[in-house]
């Protein structure tokens, strides 16, 4: 296909969507109120999103130049690298570009209403035509589930929070590596979010986790990305926007939840506690595997809390989820070994292969060189509960054990013999085929 065909396919492509944005957006809910206006020239609401969306064409197609600028942007960045290493690049590229029309005219539209939004965000001339043109695209986009949105739609929301006009983000030129840089040159103003702005960003989260799409695959990333600050954290309720998609029985994206209530544990800790207790307890496997891999993260900031939840994530149905709470109870043998020693005994006296198995690979070693003599018999009932692939390594940690203290060796052995005759003579084998000469060591 030659470019001016793909051109040509995305340039329709726009026009259309942008009618149908424009359209699920006014039937989602009122579009919210600009940020800023002139009080000479206040903001009119839209009658209808017929006219909404004849105005947004009309600018579109009178903006020629703006679309092919928006649309080069868009495809040299996102042009994939096998394209560019084609023996014909631009051939390929066309074929690329014509195959994801879709996701690159969702992308030129974005670009569309950040631009807009822009002009409107302007303290020193708002135009506020311009908002109810980029605010009913980026919800629109939003409720379609638009990969664009939910990446990029957050930087958005927050320049709608401090009803300032969105900046192109750069990377820092310089920071702690660098022999110029200067700590004091890096101190960020202590931007306060505005009424207006958080009240018209409210009512975008409003209108997002009223749509079952946009519930799902946006508001849960743009939450995430929201408690990075906690002014705006607090503005935007985002706790409580938390604990009401955790508390949705059919939701399918808790995790992303969690992921974001861990990232409130500094700020907000009682709020932070209540979403975790309530994810460990959560219907979907996936939020509680989520929670149950995070256990070393939110130690880091609460020990306790971790070490609560760990109870419970020991205990779940789920045999993943075990196993990696199984991860974060090893991990104790290096700072809290009473703790350690009193789970690690009750979860390998319960037989579960899996999370025997995470114990002996990733924390036995290290216990045995703090504890030799092994006085709580964790040797013991790891063997008894282990499968074949933990017993090689078990029988070669026994050994090491009869280098460092005999009698701690022969008590081994003694406690297997007392639990299971034939768990003791299939260690004695195993031993004996190693070093034949330890058999005098071992009851017969």
């Not at 197609?61 to 996102?78: E, K, P, Q, T």
């Not at 807009?116 to 009913?136: F, H, I, K, N, Q």
């Not at 192109?168 to 207006?196: F, M, R, V, Y």
Request: overall charge negative; aromatic content about 6%.
């Amino acid at each position: 296909m030659s470019r001016r065909e793909a051109r040509a396919l995305i340039w329709e492509g726009c026009e259309a969507l942008i009618r149908e944005l424009i359209k699920a957006s006014f039937q989602a809910a009122t579009l919210p109120h600009p940020p800023l206006e002139l009080p000479d020239f206040p903001a009119i609401q839209p009658e209808t999103s017929e006219k909404l969306a004849d105005q947004a064409v009309g600018i579109f197609l009178n903006d020629r130049a703006g679309f092919n600028h928006r649309l080069s942007s868009i495809v040299d960045d996102r042009t994939p690298d096998y394209v560019r290493r084609n023996i014909d690049p631009e051939k390929l590229r066309e074929k690329w570009t014509s195959e994801n029309s879709k996701m690159i005219s969702e992308a030129l539209i974005f670009k569309m209403s950040s631009d807009w939004l822009s002009s409107a965000l302007d303290e020193s001339s708002p135009d506020t035509d311009r908002w109810y043109l980029g605010v009913s695209l980026l919800i629109g986009l939003s409720l379609n589930g638009s990969n664009v949105a939910r990446e990029e739609g957050p930087h958005l929301l927050t320049s709608i929070s401090m009803a300032r006009p969105p900046r192109i983000q750069t990377p820092k030129s310089s920071g702690p590596h660098h022999l110029a840089w200067n700590p004091a040159n890096e101190t960020q103003p202590d931007e306060i979010p505005h009424p207006s702005g958080v009240l018209a960003a409210s009512i975008i989260l409003d209108t997002l986790s009223g749509n079952q799409v946009s519930n799902s695959q946006i508001l849960p990333y743009w939450l995430e990305s929201l408690t990075v600050s906690r002014k705006l954290s607090m503005h935007l309720n985002v706790p409580n926007r938390l604990m009401t998609l955790l508390d949705q029985r059919d939701y399918t994206n808790s995790k992303m939840a969690v992921k974001s209530a861990i990232q409130l544990i500094s700020e907000y800790p009682q709020e932070s506690h209540d979403l975790l207790i309530l994810a460990s307890k959560h219907h979907d496997s996936e939020t509680r595997r989520e929670l149950a891999s995070s256990l070393q993260r939110i130690s880091s900031d609460d020990t306790q809390l971790a070490l609560r939840l760990m109870e419970g994530l020991l205990q779940d149905e789920d045999s993943d989820t075990r196993v990696l709470a199984t991860t974060f109870l090893s991990s104790l043998v290096r700072y809290d070994i009473p703790t350690f020693t009193v789970k690690a005994s009750e979860v390998l006296q319960r037989g579960d292969e899996r999370m025997t198995q995470r114990i002996v690979d990733s924390a036995m070693r290290e216990y045995l060189s703090i504890n030799p003599m092994d006085e709580d018999s964790l040797l013991s009932h790891a063997w008894i509960s282990s499968g074949e692939s933990s017993k090689s390594r078990l029988v070669g940690l026994v050994m090491q054990q009869l280098e460092v203290t005999e009698e701690g060796f022969k008590r081994s052995c003694r406690r297997i013999f007392q639990s299971s005759n034939e768990e003791y003579y299939d260690l004695k084998k195993r031993i004996l085929r190693r070093d034949a000469s330890l058999e005098y060591l071992m009851p017969s």
